[in-house]
């Protein structure tokens, strides 16, 4: 046991993340606009089982919502998909993880992971 708790700090150390997870869920942005799709409904936060997404909006005086914060722990993640099933606005997609993306435990907020969704599109 102790040998794979070794195992797994080393290579958490040298990937920057947790061996298996392979992807990270980020925000994406309409081409048109350059706005962030996200609504801020918080479905994705509702359904994750790891409490991994927090997001706080409010109503704007013309009805529209405003994305006051959406934060998204890295450390918390496992990598199930829900929240990316769930957003009714294609505004979460996974990006395959890579070892210069994040560093495991970091706390993304929106502006941060809409920047890393700009690898897919
Ligand atoms: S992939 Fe799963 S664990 Fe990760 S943020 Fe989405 S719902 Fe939460
Ligand atoms: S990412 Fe999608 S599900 Fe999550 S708050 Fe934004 S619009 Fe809603």
Known sequence: MQALIKRLTKRIKKKGFIPFVKRLPVLHRYESTQEGRCVGCGICADICPALAISVEAS???DGLTNVEEFLFDTGRCVDCGLCVEACPVS???FIPL???SVVYGQVLNQEELLELGK???
């Open 98 to 100: 890579q070892a210069d």
């Open 91 to 93: 505004a979460i997609d």
């Open 59 to 61: 109503v704007q005086k």
């Open 119 to 121: 690898r897919k599109s």
